[in-house]
Structures are given as structure tokens and as C-alpha cells.
């Protein structure tokens, strides 16, 4: 274009002038072009919790697994009969606690076999997904337990307290040896709930 | 840096539904839970007949079991409402991390103690209606209809309580994995 000329003033700063001035200047203090970082994705934590995690879920099978056998295997008979009554007392005399041996083996059986989903989560510690299905599957768990815990805790509380109320006699008192087992059976029930609980609330804060 | 890439502080827009139906989610349960406590309580059945050695009176806390599964609804349904806040907190600002980690664990708490009085309470029902002669334990339905079939009723509300819990927790969980 005709007419245009562009004039360039280049002052000479007195540094220039005596021939110090360095060759490149150095850049603005606040310079808003910042090296990039490539930062590998943070696996050292989270690949930590994913091996306690399979091995809470090695204790949870433990619990499960002893809960259900010490349920199922009580079998106490009394030294003594008559025609009418029956001296004998097993699990299955009572549907809280088949329900309890039932459940209780589910949740042993779903343990085992989700190490291998947690597995993944040790080898591959950025992916949400299995730790979410994880949470998803173990939050279940931890309502069929509690149920079976708890629906058995309260057939316990019954057995050793009895209820004047409604007439039922406290049949602990005569099958002490049943009692005990049936008892340690639901202790280790809510152990179960309790490593299921840490496994989701664990499952969670990795995500 | 790349323009377009990630940018922290802005979460995807899913999270915000999910807030949303996080708060419905826990709207309902509060019903459930607070309707299938008070359905418990005022249970309050007696016979119309008379006699100096035997009661005839049924009520809730003739049972341990049924008072264990009242004050447990009541704690779960009262933690509700208080989450209600938290809940609002994460439709207003939809990528809070700690919040929503607080609030999973706190439901996963309030879950396992609702199905705690809920199983109990269901193992005392089952008893009650079926009886067991092997113990010796009398069916006490069959003279007290209307005090089982009310607590019978209460206790569908804390069951769909827990399922709306559960619902809420994988609610929680896949907001926290989608940040």
C-alpha cells in the first residue's frame, strides 16, 4: 500500500551502548508460557488401598465362612426325654437362623469371588469402574449380612432372655452349649458387616 | 498448555442430575422410614377379654426386637433429614469431592443400622406369626390380628428405606468417580 511506511525507534539502552547487554532477554517475571508437565497418573496410593483391600476381603471370608460353620454345625442334645417335648436343638429348628447359615455363605461365596475384580484394581489403579462396581456389589453384601446378623441377634436375645409378654420361655437356660455357639456365630456375622463396611467406605475414597 | 484440556473446579455435567435425584432419593426415604417408625409405635392392640393372671395388651415395647427397630428408624430417618443439607450443598456446588465422600460413609452407616432393626424386627414377626413348637413358642398372631398386621405393614417402609439407601450410596459413588 502506498503511503504507509512503519518507523521502528530503537532506543539504545546505556548497557548497550557499553556492550553488556546480554545476547537474550531474560523473559517477564510473570511469563504465562509454563514448561508442561507430564505427570504419570498417581497409582502409588490408590494401588496400596487395592491390596488392603484384598486382603480385608481374605479376613471377610474368614468371618463369613466361620460364621456360617459355627451356625450350621450346632446339633445339642439333652440327656434326657419325654413323649412330648424334644430335647434336641439345631439350626434348622429355627428359620432365623437357616436364613442366617444361607446368607452368611452367600456372602463368603461373593468374597471369594470378587478378589479377582479387586485384582484389577491392583494392577490397574486408575480405572474407576471395577472399584465402583466393587462399592455397588459390597453395599449389598453389607444389607444381607446385617440382615442375617441381625434377624439372628434378635432370635439369641430371645432365646437367652425369653418373653413373659407373649409366653415364651428362655430355652437358653436348659441348651447352654447351643446357645454358646449360636452366639459366637452372630459375633462373627457382625465382624463380617464391619470388614464389608471398610471395603466400601475403602472402595469410595480410591475413586 | 493445551487449550481444552482439563479444567479443575468444573464438573461434568451429569453430576448435577445426580444431585438432583440424590435429593428426591432421600426425600423418599425420610417417608419410609419416618412412616414405618411411627406405624411401630402406635401399635396398641387389646383383647376384649378379662383375666386377673394373663394380659391381653400388645404394644411395641413388649418386644425388645420392635423397640430396637423403632429407635433405629427414628436415628435413620432424623439423620436423613439432617443430610437433606449436604444433599442441597452438592446440587449447589456439584464437584465436591469430601462432601459426597462424608455423605457415602455416613449412609452407609445409617444403611447397615436400618437393616439392622429391620431384620430383627422381621425375625420376631416371622415368630410371631408361625410360632415354633420345638421351643415351645406360641404364635401370638393368631389372638393379636391387628397388632401383627401393623407391625407386618411397618416393616415394607424400612425395607424400601434400605433400597433407596443402597440406591443413594451407588448414587454417591458414581459422582465421586466421575471428577
Same mark, same amino acid.
Request: include cysteine; charged fraction near 10%.
Given at each position: 500500500?502506498?503511503?504507509?511506511?512503519?518507523?521502528?525507534?530503537?532506543?539504545?539502552?546505556?548497557?548497550?551502548?557499553?556492550?553488556?547487554?546480554?545476547?537474550?532477554?531474560?523473559?517477564?517475571?510473570?511469563?504465562?508460557?509454563?514448561?508442561?508437565?507430564?505427570?504419570?497418573?498417581?497409582?502409588?496410593?490408590?494401588?496400596?488401598?487395592?491390596?488392603?483391600?484384598?486382603?480385608?476381603?481374605?479376613?471377610?471370608?474368614?468371618?463369613?465362612?466361620?460364621?456360617?460353620?459355627?451356625?450350621?454345625?450346632?446339633?445339642?442334645?439333652?440327656?434326657?426325654?419325654?413323649?412330648?417335648?424334644?430335647?434336641?436343638?439345631?439350626?434348622?429348628?429355627?428359620?432365623?437362623?437357616?436364613?442366617?447359615?444361607?446368607?452368611?455363605?452367600?456372602?463368603?461365596?461373593?468374597?471369594?469371588?470378587?478378589?479377582?475384580?479387586?485384582?484389577?484394581?491392583?494392577?490397574?489403579?486408575?480405572?474407576?469402574?471395577?472399584?465402583?462396581?466393587?462399592?455397588?456389589?459390597?453395599?449389598?453384601?453389607?444389607?444381607?449380612?446385617?440382615?442375617?446378623?441381625?434377624?439372628?441377634?434378635?432370635?439369641?436375645?430371645?432365646?437367652?432372655?425369653?418373653?413373659?409378654?407373649?409366653?415364651?420361655?428362655?430355652?437358653?437356660?436348659?441348651?447352654?452349649?447351643?446357645?454358646?455357639?449360636?452366639?459366637?456365630?452372630?459375633?462373627?456375622?457382625?465382624?463380617?458387616?464391619?470388614?464389608?463396611?471398610?471395603?466400601?467406605?475403602?472402595?469410595?475414597?480410591?475413586? | 498448555?493445551?487449550?481444552?484440556?482439563?479444567?479443575?473446579?468444573?464438573?461434568?455435567?451429569?453430576?448435577?442430575?445426580?444431585?438432583?435425584?440424590?435429593?428426591?432419593?432421600?426425600?423418599?426415604?425420610?417417608?419410609?422410614?419416618?412412616?414405618?417408625?411411627?406405624?411401630?409405635?402406635?401399635?396398641?392392640?387389646?383383647?376384649?377379654?378379662?383375666?386377673? *393372671?394373663?394380659?391381653?395388651?400388645?404394644?411395641?415395647?413388649?418386644?425388645?426386637? *420392635?423397640?430396637? *427397630?423403632?429407635?433405629?428408624?427414628?436415628?435413620?430417618?432424623?439423620?436423613?433429614?439432617?443430610?437433606?443439607?449436604?444433599?442441597?450443598?452438592?446440587?449447589?456446588?456439584?464437584?465436591?469431592?469430601?462432601?459426597?465422600?462424608?455423605?457415602?460413609?455416613?449412609?452407609?452407616?445409617?444403611?447397615?443400622?436400618?437393616?439392622?432393626?429391620?431384620?430383627?424386627?422381621?425375625?420376631?414377626?416371622?415368630?410371631?406369626?408361625?410360632?415354633?413348637?420345638?421351643?415351645?413358642?406360641?404364635?401370638?398372631?393368631?389372638?393379636?390380628?391387628?397388632?401383627?398386621?401393623?407391625?407386618?405393614?411397618?416393616?415394607?417402609?424400612?425395607?424400601?428405606?434400605?433400597?433407596?439407601?443402597?440406591?443413594?450410596?451407588?448414587?454417591?459413588?458414581?459422582?465421586?468417580?466421575?471428577?
Amino acid at each position: 500500500m502506498e503511503g504507509d511506511s512503519t518507523t521502528i525507534n530503537i532506543t539504545e539502552t546505556p548497557k548497550e551502548r557499553k556492550g553488556k547487554a546480554p545476547l537474550l532477554a531474560a523473559p517477564p517475571a510473570s511469563s504465562s508460557i509454563k514448561p508442561v508437565v507430564q505427570k504419570a497418573p498417581k497409582g502409588g496410593y490408590k494401588r496400596g488401598l487395592a491390596i488392603f483391600d484384598v486382603v480385608l476381603r481374605l479376613a471377610g471370608i474368614a468371618a463369613a465362612l466361620g460364621a456360617a460353620i459355627a451356625m450350621g454345625s450346632t446339633d445339642q442334645t439333652l440327656p434326657f426325654f419325654t413323649q412330648f417335648f424334644q430335647f434336641k436343638a439345631e439350626f434348622d429348628d429355627l428359620p432365623a437362623f437357616t436364613f442366617f447359615v444361607i446368607a452368611n455363605s452367600i456372602t463368603a461365596a461373593y468374597l471369594a469371588l470378587s478378589i479377582p475384580i479387586s485384582i484389577v484394581c491392583i494392577v490397574r489403579p486408575h480405572l474407576a469402574a471395577p472399584r465402583v462396581i466393587l462399592l455397588f456389589l459390597d453395599t449389598v453384601m453389607v444389607a444381607l449380612t446385617t440382615a442375617a446378623a441381625g434377624g439372628a441377634a434378635s432370635i439369641v436375645y430371645l432365646a437367652h432372655n425369653g418373653n413373659s409378654d407373649a409366653n415364651w420361655p428362655a430355652i437358653c437356660q436348659q441348651f447352654n452349649d447351643f446357645c454358646q455357639e449360636v452366639s459366637g456365630a452372630v459375633v462373627a456375622s457382625f465382624l463380617t458387616v464391619v470388614v464389608l463396611m471398610v471395603l466400601v467406605v475403602l472402595s469410595a475414597f480410591s475413586l | 498448555m493445551k487449550q481444552g484440556s482439563l479444567q479443575l473446579g468444573v464438573a461434568p455435567p451429569a453430576n448435577r442430575g445426580i444431585s438432583i435425584l440424590d435429593l428426591f432419593l432421600r426425600l423418599v426415604a425420610i417417608f419410609g422410614t419416618l412412616a414405618s417408625a411411627i406405624a411401630m409405635a402406635t401399635t396398641n392392640q387389646t383383647l376384649p377379654f378379662v383375666s386377673q *393372671f394373663v394380659r391381653f395388651r400388645a404394644k411395641f415395647n413388649d418386644l425388645p426386637s *420392635f423397640t430396637f *427397630f423403632v429407635v433405629a428408624s427414628s436415628i435413620v430417618s432424623v439423620y436423613l433429614i439432617l443430610s437433606l443439607a449436604l444433599s442441597i450443598l452438592h446440587i449447589a456446588k456439584a464437584n465436591a469431592v469430601n462432601t459426597r465422600f462424608l455423605l457415602l460413609f455416613l449412609d452407609t452407616a445409617a444403611m447397615g443400622l436400618l437393616m439392622a432393626g429391620s431384620a430383627a424386627a422381621t425375625a420376631i414377626v416371622q415368630l410371631a406369626h408361625d410360632g415354633n413348637n420345638k421351643v415351645n413358642w406360641f404364635a401370638i398372631c393368631q389372638q393379636y390380628n391387628d397388632f401383627c398386621k401393623r407391625v407386618s405393614g411397618s416393616l415394607i417402609g424400612s425395607y424400601a428405606g434400605v433400597v433407596v439407601l443402597i440406591l443413594l450410596i451407588l448414587l454417591s459413588g458414581v459422582a465421586l468417580s466421575r471428577r
